[in-house]
């Protein structure tokens, strides 16, 4: 089996991010297997910025610790990760840049690569900027990758650029190629060999798949203001809107973001809104107000540990419980937390007829680990989705024109009533902040306000009846231990499930609420031993399972430093704890 | 019927009292099918002189209740909700502007107006207001402005007179007023009007004008609160208002619009103060060149996007 990890590190604003994207992306198409992971500070130049990429010919999760190729292009990239690098593996870096006076080398037996980037940048006059595909070129030696792949990635990558960019950025490539190739010393034995059946497959961001979900969802209005870690949704869906047919809006502020989604839904169009912790406090108040309004809204709130500001780009799962309580006031919600990317395209698709079902908000909750992490998954399993875009209870005119007389908050068994947008003929009818009868006219009467409080609350009856799915059990269902989590603590836990199959099993929920109390009591109480695994520190998972059930959760697996969990970390525990 | 309203007296000891709605039959045919319920505001408020100048207009524009969106914000004013019939979304407070916009992207076919007042559009949602403008955005925001807040009982309101002494404000209002006009104006607002509910007819051709124009349009409208602003009742501002005609004002002039704009205390001019073009948001998207939003289709090939990724 193949299993590498190549890490790059540096200065912030020396591409160091388009470096590791282009690799994984070069490893994807190459038929392997491949997850990124980053760590950059909330800075524009200067700090530490690392990327790592693993890529394997087996199906990756998540990171890992050991580093097989660390690439430095500075020195607090070697002397903070050198330890990292595993017996036998390959540091890459500019002797002349970095003195070795200052190096901490560590005591394993290492290949050390000098590469002169700055001397081969001034040598043929070339710009800082094309430092990283000296850097790449030098990676695809030591992969023994073909350099005509990476020429074609920058071929596209400077798209819009003029041939003599192109040119010297392949000259670039080639350049750190053949110096890495004369450095190498004799027998290196190539990490990458050519695979003879190449799976077609996406290296693809979540919050890339988000977006490509909501277009393929008929979303046709996102609005957000800029917040890590959902910028990148913004950006994606910002350059897409032209040629989706989608209107994407950077709104002057949060509340105002949820608003516009709130008016354009009410007027019959698919919306969609996202942000991170800070942001979404600002639209709580709007929250509410969908719910009394009961006006679809898809909400992608992407976790970052705070409180307050936080460490902006780290990731965390700090907000299930904000989220969950979210709005005041007694309405429905729905909540979603997809663990990878293939979830994340088929939980926003959903999400959109959940919130057209229901006429309520559902929230998509990610983190800026699933957010911000490309990973590669099979093209077969996006393209062969299949799925209807279900609208509800949207009336069309001609059903609309049958009507008598129309309510829009009209009872009903399920608690879900038709929806008109206006505009059509015989639509009239308010949507009403206030409480209201079923005309939505504003009413403080006790009876009216009764029936209305309890057709809201069925809604959510009606979803546990309807859309509800259970959590999804990985795994060998008679090992000993069940580990239970939610979202992106998936990417890890099933890596180290990969390697110890029989050790444990794993619980994973994605629906997170309204949960179906029976159902879930009833499973829980099948688990011999659980270990409850959350990357925050309240075990915000845990607590809402012993808010409906009753159940109380021993043994956990907690971290809260900003960084996701590792699967060495999870089988460390369990070895502790078994 | 607004002057013999304005004469029941009023007594300032009283808040005003909810009554029970009730729906009533369209007053004339100039407000035939707007009509809801009958207003629960004081005798002798403002907003009924509002509310008499929209259903006019409504009906002199041959607008069909159908296709027409109101959003209403929180407020006195925003109880017109159920007073004034249309395809209606009744907002938070502040927030009824960036409805409006969402619903004018969904549907840029639809008429949208937006009734907030003073203190929900330039207090609580002022930052809305101003972004509203810089986008001319295509929607017509109708402001009461009474400088006071009346529902929840009389504080000052972001356009209340510096040293207006309110609940909130026993020792006098230490903030100067905010000028909706200058601030329209100076934002990038494309139409900008300011009215007087004591002079209905203005008001009807001064609405008007704001929804037909193509873009940001500002109106607002002096409203007296009967119940909790002594001071600035309708023969305070008799006794300031002018009109502006084509003597003595050029609306397509900025710099005639920001003088006029300054005239806030002693003279203040009633008509339309700005007026100019610009490209809207919505005429601005291509996107939106063929139809509205609403109507395009849903499903679409994904091909091209998905390939992006490979």
């Not at chain 1, 099933?494 to 929920?509: E, G, I, P, R, T």
């Not at chain 1, 688990?527 to 309240?538: A, M, P, W």
């Not at chain 1, 969990?565 to 070895?575: C, G, M, Q, W």
Request: some cysteine; overall charge neutral.
């Amino acid at each position: 089996m193949i299993d590498i990890t190549v890490k790059i590190g540096g200065e912030a604003g020396f591409g160091i991010m388009t470096t590791g994207l282009l690799l994984g992306k070069i490893a994807t198409r190459s038929g392997y297997h491949a997850f990124e992971y980053s760590e950059y500070p909330s800075l524009i130049r200067g700090g530490h910025n690392v990327i790592e990429v693993r890529i394997s010919d087996e199906k990756v999760y998540s990171q890992q610790k050991q580093v097989d190729i660390l690439l430095c292009l500075n020195l607090e990239t070697f002397n903070k990760h050198a330890s990292e690098v595993k017996e036998g593996g390959i540091i890459v870096y500019d002797t002349e840049k970095i003195p070795e006076s200052k190096l901490n080398k560590p005591d394993v037996n290492l290949t050390y690569v000098h590469v002169p980037f700055v001397s081969i940048l001034q040598e043929h006059k070339l710009s800082t900027v094309m430092l990283n595909n000296i850097a790449l070129g030098a990676l695809m030696h030591l992969l023994g990758a073909d350099l005509n792949i990476l020429n074609a990635a920058i071929v596209e990558n400077f798209a819009r650029k003029n041939q003599e960019i192109i040119d010297k950025n392949i000259l670039a490539a080639k350049l750190g190629y053949e110096k890495t190739q004369k450095e190498m010393p004799q027998g290196y034995k190539l990490k990458l060999p050519k695979l003879k059946n190449i799976i077609p497959r996406l290296y693809i961001s979540g919050n890339e798949m988000i977006g490509l979900a909501s277009i393929a969802a008929g979303c046709r209005f996102y609005a957000a203001y800029p917040m890590t870690p959902t910028s990148a949704l913004l950006h994606y869906l910002a350059s897409q809107a032209q040629n989706c047919g989608m209107v994407v809006k950077h709104a002057e502020d949060e509340i105002s973001v949820i608003n516009m989604a709130l008016g354009a839904s009410f007027a019959g169009v698919r919306s969609m809104i996202g942000t991170s912790g800070g942001g979404f406090a600002l639209m709580v108040e709007s929250v509410s107000l969908a719910g009394i309004t009961e006006t679809p809204i898809v909400i992608v709130m992407g976790q970052r540990p705070g409180p307050a500001t936080g460490m902006p780009t780290w990731t965390e799962q700090g907000d299930l419980l904000f989220v969950l309580h979210a709005g005041h006031g007694e309405f429905p919600k729905i909540l979603l937390a997809p663990g990878d990317v293939e979830e994340a395209y088929k939980l926003t698709i959903t999400a959109f007829n959940l919130a057209e079902i229901y006429q309520t908000p559902v929230f998509i909750i990610g983190d800026k680990y699933l957010q911000e992490s490309h990973q590669s998954v099979e093209k077969s399993i996006i393209e062969g989705y299949k799925f209807k875009i279900d609208r509800g209870k949207l009336l069309s005119q001609e059903e609309l024109s049958k009507l008598t007389e129309y309510k829009r908050y009209l009872i009903t068994k399920d608690g879900i009533s038709p929806r008109a947008i206006p505009g059509m003929k015989g639509s009239l009818h308010q949507a009403n902040s206030y409480a209201h009868g079923e005309d939505g006219h504003t009413s403080e009467e006790a009876d009216v306000r009764i029936k209305q409080v309890e057709k809201r609350n069925k809604k959510a009856q009606t979803f546990l009846m309807n859309d509800f799915q259970m959590p999804v059990l990985y795994g060998n269902r008679q090992t000993p231990l069940t580990l239970i989590s939610w979202g992106s603590v998936k990417a890890p836990i099933l890596q180290a499930m990969s390697k110890f199959k029989d050790k444990f099993n794993y619980l994973h929920f994605s629906y997170l609420w309204p949960l179906d109390k029976i159902k879930i009591k009833s499973l829980l109480s099948t688990f011999k031993k659980t270990l409850l695994v959350e990357n925050n520190s309240g075990a915000q998972l845990g607590q809402l399972l012993t808010m409906v059930t009753g159940l109380e959760f021993e043994k956990k697996l907690l971290k809260y430093s900003g960084r996701p969990i590792y699967p060495e970390e999870i089988l460390d525990k369990i070895s502790f704890s078994t | 019927m607004i002057s013999d309203l304005i004469t029941m007296n009023n007594n300032n000891s009283i808040p005003p009292t909810p009554a029970s709605p009730k729906p009533v039959a369209p007053v004339s045919e100039h407000t035939a099918g707007f009509s809801g319920y009958f207003p629960t505001w004081c005798p002798g408020c403002g907003n009924f002189g509002i509310w008499q100048a929209l259903k006019m207009t409504f009906n002199k524009m041959k607008f069909d209740p159908d296709r027409l969106s109101i959003v209403f914000g929180i407020g006195c004013s925003g109880n017109m909700n159920d007073f004034l019939w249309a395809n209606s979304f009744h907002a938070l407070h502040g927030r009824a502007i960036p409805n409006a916009i969402g619903i004018k992207i969904a549907n840029h076919d639809l008429p949208v107006v937006v009734i907030v007042g003073d203190g929900d559009c330039y207090g609580e949602g002022g930052n809305h207001f101003l972004h509203a403008a810089r986008g001319n955005h295509d929607i017509t925001v109708i402001v009461h402005d009474n400088r006071v807040y009346g529902l929840t009982t009389g504080q000052v309101a972001p356009t209340a007179s510096q040293g207006f002494k309110s609940k909130s404000t026993p020792q006098g209002i230490i903030e100067v007023p905010v000028n909706p006009i200058a601030l329209a104006v100076s934002q990038g607002a494309t139409f900008v009007a300011q009215g007087f509910s004591g002079d209905m007819n203005q008001l009807v051709e001064l609405i008007e004008k704001g929804v037909a124009h193509k873009g940001f349009s500002l109106v607002n409208i002096f409203q007296p609160c009967v119940t909790f602003n002594q001071i600035n009742s309708y023969n305070w501002y008799r006794d300031r208002i002018y009109k502006l005609t084509s003597e003595n004002h050029n609306p397509r002039d900025l710099n005639s619009a920001w003088q006029k704009s300054q005239e806030v205390t002693e003279k203040i001019p009633l008509g339309v103060v700005y007026d100019v073009d610009r490209p809207t948001y919505t005429d601005s998207l291509p996107q939106l060149s063929g139809k509205p939003l609403l109507d395009s289709a849903l499903n679409i090939d994904l091909a091209q996007f998905i390939n992006d990724f490979v």
